[in-house]
């Protein structure tokens, strides 16, 4: 099956910096990527659509100049983290489609001290 | 709006036993998809099972199904002969038809525990 890759897959950083999160589609192209927030024990929340070569969609509540989403590529998106904080520190995870069929990463664990 | 709704936050299921997860939504679109995604500890989100809301017939993938009621709009899993591996969280998920491609709602997720 598909392979959708994230880097890195746990950071840790001070409060009031920045965090850069890529999520690659490794061995296709994808056009839409999704990323989505998940707290410890609950669901996962989408945040926004990430669309090639346009801006992102962003779900409602979901600041837009807080979690930059960047997808300069068809195999590359990015969610930048801007001045995060402690209330920032969750499992970050993208998922890809390709066809019908939808491929997720394998998560990213972010912790704000 | 869809919504999605598991009201069973934990269950446990003797192994090699049958267990039923429940799930409910709600919408008004007449296309869509319906998805079981199982999140082991690992966070990995592995798809269990995937129903097409035209089609009929349940889903079957070994030794999971599905019973979808599209009146109902009830859509549940049902494992058979758990095994210890199957110990996870469990997500029913909602997807509008093709032209969200991707675009999942998430129940809230039921924690399945299989004990030996």
């Not at chain 1, 890809?96 to 990463?105: I, M, P, V």
């Amino acid at each position: 099956g598909a392979v959708v890759s994230q880097h890195p897959s746990w950071v840790i950083c001070k409060s009031g910096t920045s965090v850069k999160i890529e999520c690659r589609s490794l061995d296709f192209q994808a056009t839409t990527m999704f990323w989505y927030r998940q707290f410890p024990k609950q669901s996962l929340m989408l945040m926004a659509t990430s669309n090639e070569g346009s801006k992102a969609t962003y779900e409602q509540g979901v600041e837009k100049d807080k979690f930059l989403i960047n997808h300069a590529s068809l195999t590359l998106s990015t969610l930048t983290v801007t001045s995060a904080h402690p209330e920032d520190s969750s499992f970050y995870i993208c998922s890809a489609a390709r066809l019908e069929d939808l491929f997720f990463g394998p998560g990213t664990r972010l912790t704000v001290l | 709006a869809q919504t999605v709704t598991q009201s069973q936050p934990e269950m446990s299921v003797q192994e090699a036993e049958t267990v039923t997860l429940s799930c409910t939504y709600d919408t008004s679109e007449n296309n869509y998809y319906l998805f079981w995604y199982k999140q082991p500890p690992s966070r990995q989100m592995i798809l269990v099972i995937r129903q097409e809301a035209y089609k009929q017939q349940n889903a079957t993938e070994n030794r999971f199904s599905v019973n979808f009621q599209k009146a109902a709009k009830s859509f549940s899993l049902k494992i058979s002969d758990s095994q210890l591996g199957d110990t996870a969280m469990y997500f029913c998920a909602f997807m509008k038809g093709s032209s969200n491609t991707g675009k999942l709602i998430f129940g809230q997720g039921t924690t399945l525990q299989v004990k030996p």
